[in-house]
């Protein structure tokens, strides 16, 4: 535990010294998914560190599956209503009373204090990936407008092991915005048939006509 702690400790002020430095490898970025890719690297490195891979990953799918199942979490995230100082707060409540490991409570408390609570869930993705990839197994994201039945899921799940040759590590995120269809990431692979993209297409097919 001593050399947890340490760990954490020490990587997480080589993150905080790397952003006010301008270090471009944990840089931040104008993007959640470029902020989320960065801050997700180093919380793997020290995480693999100290041997609290499962742990760490554990705790941020805890962070997903809150977000995906309570609205006024998510929305808490991303609102501008909430200072940063509030967002660590209620994250740090969260993580206190789920047993989060000392890695996670550590790095939730600097994506509060560099304003940065908004990318956590691109936090979470990318973190899903990079211990996917040590495992050596495929990881796939589906994203849905609404939660899927056991049926659609197990069919998804066979249409990708047949498309791939195995069976891949299967994560889902609900997003409503796409409003049907889906969008299934595999690497840096994207197939989108979301109801979203068509009617973005069809807009842009009509203004071009």
Do not use: C, W
């Not at 535990?1 to 301008?22: K, N, P, S």
């Not at 799918?61 to 995906?68: D, K, Y």
């Not at 009373?97 to 790095?107: H, Q, S």
């Not at 956590?120 to 994201?141: H, T």
């Amino acid at each position: 535990m001593i050399r947890r702690d340490y760990a954490a400790r020490r990587g997480l002020q080589d993150v905080e010294a790397a952003r006010q430095t301008g270090d471009t490898r944990l840089a931040d970025t104008s993007t959640y998914a470029d902020v989320g890719a960065r801050y997700a690297l180093a919380l793997f490195e020290l995480a693999d560190q100290a041997g609290a891979i499962a742990a760490v990953e554990s705790d941020l799918n805890g962070f997903e599956q809150l977000r995906a199942e309570n609205a006024d979490f998510a929305h808490m995230l991303t609102n501008p209503i909430f200072s940063h100082e509030d967002k660590a707060r209620a994250l740090a409540a969260i993580a206190d009373a789920g047993g989060a490991n000392a890695l996670t409570r550590k790095f939730l408390g600097l994506l509060g204090a560099n304003n940065r609570i908004a990318a956590l869930p691109a936090v979470v993705r990318a973190f899903r990936k990079l211990s996917a990839d040590k495992r050596g197994v495929i990881a796939a994201e589906v994203v849905a407008a609404t939660p899927l039945s056991e049926a659609q899921a197990a069919a998804i799940a066979a249409a990708l092991r047949q498309a791939l040759g195995k069976d891949p590590e299967i994560t889902t995120r609900i997003d409503p915005s796409i409003l049907g269809g889906l969008r299934v990431k595999v690497g840096s692979r994207l197939f989108d048939s979301s109801l979203r993209t068509r009617l973005d297409h069809m807009k842009f097919a009509l203004k071009r006509a």
